[in-house]
């Protein structure tokens, strides 16, 4: 397949990505191997299932450990392939150890991980609960992590193995809200969504605030499309799910889905 008729379906920044895919997907169909990809994120995904759809003897497996997990693995294989159970290379820890006195968070487990050197596709999705808190790891790392997690902020832990079945995925939900804005940049909804000035919202942009489809995203006049998943540090995360028309003042109505 040419690279230059599927690299224009999409954004810039998403061309390094688009093209490694493309690379494994014509070793696969070339040479009939199996190729397992790192965890990848929801956006990824699309992009895997896109170019894959595309070539008539490949078919993919995906999964990050439960239904509707974020983070997933991803395997490229031969449309003749059956999926083996330990496909994925998928390992699953409970995090043992509590401190009264400091509330740790998702940021502080993420910091954590990648503190011992462990790159962030080399782990899924961080499961916390206010009893249970887990982690998503790659087999291949496994007992590397097992070894040099030992502490999450002033916080000492310990890692215990736990088969897949006793993963507490989050109950994720979303909030319906609609906002009105005079455009489509990600500053102008971000600044509306969370009554901030566009001053501030403009500031923390140029600092690194804000993800689009997962990616640090640092111009101001970025264009949002249906579809997009926006974080911004601090205040959470939200999904751009429809337009809906133009209000009497001329302002553009938007539906969008915050996470709760």
Not at 206 to 218: A, D, H, P
């Amino acid at each position: 397949m040419q690279k230059e008729h599927i690299l224009h379906h999409y954004r810039k920044e998403e061309v390094p990505f688009v093209e490694k895919v493309i690379d494994w997907a014509n070793k696969a169909s070339i040479t009939h191997q199996t190729i397992r990809t790192d965890f990848i994120d929801p956006r990824q995904l699309i992009i895997i299932q896109s170019i894959i759809n595309g070539y008539m003897d490949l078919k993919l497996f995906y999964d990050g450990g439960y239904v509707d997990a974020e983070r997933v693995r991803v395997l490229i294989a031969p449309d003749y392939y059956i999926q083996q159970a330990d496909d994925m290379g998928l390992a699953f820890f409970r995090v043992k150890g509590e401190n009264k006195f400091e509330a740790l968070q998702h940021r502080d487990y993420l910091g954590a991980l990648l503190n011992i050197g462990l790159k962030r596709e080399k782990f899924g999705d961080i499961l916390l609960s206010d009893s249970n808190n887990q982690l998503i790891i790659a087999e291949e790392v496994a007992d590397y992590v097992e070894m040099k997690f030992s502490k999450i902020g002033h916080t000492k832990v310990q890692l215990e193995r736990i088969n897949q079945d006793l993963l507490c995925p989050p109950d994720q939900r979303l909030e319906q809200v609609i906002v009105t804005t005079t455009s489509l940049r990600v500053d102008a909804i971000v600044s509306q969504l969370y009554h901030q000035s566009r001053a501030k919202v403009v500031e923390w942009i140029k600092r690194g605030y804000l993800k689009v489809n997962w990616q640090v995203i640092e111009r101001i006049d970025y264009t949002l499309k249906k579809g997009d998943v926006v974080s911004f540090r601090g205040f959470g995360r939200f999904t751009f799910l429809d337009e809906e028309g133009i209000t009497k003042k001329e302002r553009i109505r938007l539906k969008i889905g915050k996470l709760l």
